[in-house]
């Protein structure tokens, strides 16, 4: 059914759709209006037997899920940015144990300096964590991966994020396909959990493991991530097949087609990336674009098929592995190993900084120029950055950075948007 | 609202605010994309076919006009003329009756009781542009706000599309059109 | 027959069980069918209080609940000497997450089971001192503001002893831990304003809470099975000598504890909407020096020479409970 | 449902780790010797009829008594009780009030004529001479042993100095009757108003296989006070014997009562009694050194009794008796100061301790005296074979109690001699000493004070002056025991276990320690109320 509607909105009423019987919630932007969305739909009864717990913290949050799904029910929650960093026990923990949680990530910087708008810092910090990550490229697809992530969680008992660019999806309004609640019952199977917390048959969960078995314990949870890069493109084509709409899978191949140069990126701002390929492809530029959709899994075989034939790879990323670049990109030359195309890093977005047509057309004619360095800051404000490292040079106490730049900025002409 | 009158003309829309930490009263922006076809650019509207003012004391800002194009609108609240304003030659470069004011706020005062000239404007909008139907932007309006506040809202809009269909010709259709507008927040 | 209503001395009415009592009112621990919910095999230390205070806990939980309890752990010697891969020592459903949500993770434990309509089952949170009063203190809160149906359980040993014997909230003052050394001018932990939990529970206007000690086994018992069947956050705090931690004999630790509750440094009460509606009277009062003379941490208050200043401070804080308390007047409960 | 790998366990999958081997200590259950038991010269296991009596299994209680003693309702009243001496409850509050439980049971057993089951018989006869305590309690043993016993008595009334030497307000008649006529129901013979002159002639006969001599001390100790022709004075038994006969004595207001022991005691109350308006002792120490027991000086003072300490008599005249003082020396020894006193006085009864008749033993051969007793051996035997004798014929203290023990004690013997073998008594355990025990666990209780008679009504009538308790408030005074020394199954050890090491084997059969799983840390036996575990180095 299509409506003009808020992502986060969108994303609620989906969540809600697939019957969770616990949610907890702790507000933290731009993640807050989904659970916001859902307490409402719980409360007027909409989301029946379901118990709604406004905790304490994220840590709380993600401990709260944790005790739910032990305990055998469908358990939602989100959160963002610090959040997500405050929760990274539990997150750690959570995977551990198998739990098939399902949480939105509404993508955000982390401070300090504190920053609210969108990069992709935060779900980076937890790639390692054992969740199964899966980035969101328009609100249609965000609000269809939730459907996929309880899915493809329970099948294999691990939890998914369901990553999605704060502010740019989930508070934009766009033109939605909401499913339908009875195909989604349709197609959502009960979970059946592999452990449970009954009274009737008793069990220990969350032993303490030594060296004897730690390592056996961590190659499962890597087998279990193995096995959902099989799973995942299935579960997206089963969701064609019922909902007539392609969401979800590995990653999404654009114009490809004896492409020379290709951009590779997370989530939202592969359409705009788009724009920007149609338009030189209009004037004979051989380029085209691979939208990653499970980042852990990391499909490094599809990655590798798809660049097959590519010359130079741009990849596009709204997150600094600092000291090093791109972790993207990182992975990207690892599917590219043995290999010998380029690949570029283009750190972009930092921090909510716009992501514009004009910045990617510049950036993508200089790859075709070859005239790109192997790690690129996109739109980096030169001035500023020189202006701070001659004080910084000049004398050792040059106060904090983020300050003086600031005061750079209100001298500096800069463009407001 | 805009992005859901375009919706509901079965077009594709695309609305976002510039994302901030604003409280009330601070000014901000706000971007809407109306297409025939699927938008897939999230970058902010940075050249814009129209633009509304909903502030004209942000008229003096630096760079609000930047990348208005050269057949594009300008709508200003506001009860006085472009030249009481001291715009008109600034603007001169667009075309006739493609730049205009209302008093939205006034107007809102009459009809809605409050100084809230959000929906009147886009009364005035769709008048001015003529790329949404009066109807679509009433019926966006109704379903933003249901009940007595919707009625009110779209009366207020009714108003301003007649007073500004007086002051225009029959305009040009435009097939993509990104719209600019700025505005303090409001709490809604 | 006359002599039912006799109280019976020869078995002591405080021993763990009565052979003169009817079975179905002795205590669950003298019951040959007790449930055992941790039991043999743990690696806990020679007489560990914890492992005892445990025991008799879930055991009264299990009876009280007919067996439909389910038990969360926070992370801890409790947790670690019961679970070690690959054996258990819990004979109950038991989950341990982390070090600080273990009322949280509970608090999801207990939604679940609503939102299956299982409301006969109960549930319980653990955790030592650490968990409880430090680093799990704002689930903890979080959980008693929201009135989740938890009850939880703090076996307090008075310091971080898993990690070997560091200092906690908990710890009172002047005790030697590996994190206050018993050097310097004031040597062992400071004379500080000290964290009650009970007190915070209390501050939080929850149904239940309650002290306990693993020497008053029937007071301990009666004070679980009164908490198991309220609805709604409860809260009792139980006293747990920890030997190695103590520096006390591991045959000692139920005469440590009990010196700790007949001194008055360790009150035992209950509360109810955050206001004191019990408490357990003391039978022989013994002064608190009893208490430290059995422990190695506080041997530097008697060697090289008294240090009667901070001895007559903590005897300051038992009469300050006793009084505060009403410990030694009044009626003690049957 | 596969359940995750590691961190998902199946319960119970602790009891692989036999964490025993940590132990360097061992609990073992042991039992040791209360103290009431250790003090009781009847040699009574105390705590096992209190065991019984508290669950309110009076008869059983009754029959374990008399395993040992045939006399509870005479002993509950007559014995100086120094079970309760012994008591270790005495430590917490008060001891336990055994004479008082002691004495229920015997009534109980008297009230609902409760018997001795008779036994198959030996073929064997024995003689005992003398129904007293001993004789008494040596005849009961052996008719439960199958012996066939006579008993010859002097007096005209079994009982010996049960009946004459202790007044009836401490011991009633019916009582005495009633315990006795069991034990004759047994099949014991009491040949009554028959003295033996010469034993050596009795043992000629060979009728008896073994003889047990039990003749009492009632021969009274005089001693030389120059005395007109008028002055009265008589010896404490004969007037004690004369009142149980029925005529007393005259005796006048003011009597004076020569002594410091308890016969001295009975004799002053038993004076007033008779009417004496003033009973004078008079005793050369002073009351700490006095004796008599206590209690009985309290109750005699409570009557009214009165005390002259220091002081012996010098001369008695008609109404007058001439007294001196004395003090203590360093030894303790009363030495005469010369300070003379003259005190009225209408008689003076001499109670100056008893010795025994011995002049029928002396043609027996081999059969050695020495100081006015018989010498036995280990065995209580004489040196003539085959004649044993206890009681106040043996050097001893001369209670009944002790008597009553004498003839169990002599019975064993004489049933081993007769089987040609020799009594081997089972070795004693260890004390359980109050150190031992852990009494935390025992609520305080006071000792239920036993209503005693208004003096008033003491001391005009030989009504009981201590009466019983009643059911509720013996089974209460049960109770109060602390078993000390042995388990009384109080499911200590198995609740505080914090390995859950201790397996209970059900009522009656106490707990077993499992060892698999014990680390030895020791808190069952430091919480053992009662003692009855011990900790015993593992051997490496």
Redesign the interface.
Known sequence: MWKQIEGSRAIAETVAMCRPQVICAYPITPQTHIVEGLGELVKSGELAGCEFLNVESEFGALSVAIGASATGVRTYTATASQGLLFMAEAVYNAAGLGLPIVMTIGNRAIGAPINIWNDHSDSMSMRDSGWIQLFAETNQEATDLHIQAFRLAEELSCPVMVCVDGFILTHAYDRIDLPLQHQVDAWLPRFEPRQVLDPAEPVSIGAMVGPDAFTEVRYLAHNKQLQALERIPEISGEFYEMFGRESGGLLRPYRLDGAEIVVVALGSVNGTIQEAIDELRDQGVLIGSISICSYRPFPLEAVCRALMNAKRVVVVEKSLSVGLGGMLATDVQMALAGRRQKVFTVIAGLGGRPITKASLLKLFRQAKADALESVTFLDLNWNVINRQLARENATRRSGPAAESILKDLATLPTKMV | MLSIAAFLEGRHAQAFPSFGSERMGAPVMAFCRISDRPIRSREPVTQPDALIIQDPTLLNQAGLFEGLQPEGYVLINSARSLDQLGVASFLKSLPQDHVLTVPATELALRYIGKPLPNSTLLGGFAAMTGELRLASVLAAIRQKFPSKIGETNAAAAEAAFEQVKQAVAQPPLEHLCAIREETHVEAD | ???QQ???????????????LDPAV??V??D?RRS?A???????C????E??GA?YAVDAAMRASD????A??ATGCL??F?????????????????F??AA?????????????GKNE?RIIAQGGDGGTADIGL??L??MF??NDDVLYICYDNEAYMNTGVQRSGTTPPAARTATTPPVGAKPGNVFGQGKSVPLIAMAHSIPYVATASVAE?HDLEYKVEKAIPIRGARYIHIHVPC?LGWGS???????VA?LAVESGLFPLFEAEYGDVTERTVI??RRPAEEYLKLQKRFAHLFRPQRDEERIAAIQAIADRNIQRFGLQNGEARP | MTKPFAITLDVGSSLVNHTGSWRTERPVYVDRLPPCNHGCPAGEDIQSWLYRAESGDYYGAWKSLVENNPLPAIMGRACYHPCESACNRARLDHEVNIHAVERFLGDEAIRRGWQFEPVAATGKHVLVVGSGPSGLSAAYHLARLGHKVVIYEAGPAAGGMMRFGIPKYRLPREVLNAEIARIEKMGVEIKLNTRVDDLAQVLETKEFDAVFLAVGAHVSKRAYIPAGDASRILDALGVLRSVDGGKPPELGRRVLVYGGGNTALDVARTAKRLGATETLIVYRRTREKMPAHDFEVQEAMEEGIQFRWLSTIKEAGEAQFKIEKMRLDEKDFPQPTGEFETIEGDSLVLALGQDVDLSFLERVSGLELADGVVKVDSQMMTGYPGVFAGGDMVPADRTITVAVGHGKKAARNIDAFLRGTAYQPTPKHELAAFDKLNPWYYSDAPETVQATLDAVRRQTTFDEVVSGLDESNALFEARRCLSCGNCFECDNCYGVCPDNAVTKLGPGNRFRFNYDYCKGCGMCAAECPCGAIQMVPETI
């Open positions: 027959m006359p002599f006799i109280k019976f001395y020869q078995t002591g009415t405080f021993t763990v069980g009565n052979r003169l002795r205590t621990q003298s040959a055992n941790l039991n043999c095999g743990h690696r806990a020679r007489g560990c209080g492992a005892l025991r067996g439909n309890l389910v969360v752990n947790e670690v019961s679970t070690p891969y690959p054996e258990t020592s819990w004979q109950v459903a038991w989950i341990h997450s982390l600080g949500n949280a993770v509970a608090a999801g434990v207990v939604a679940a089971m609503k939102a299956q089952v704002g689930c809160s979080g503001e929201r086994l030997p004999e591991p045959h000692d630790t139920i005469k009990r039978r022989h």
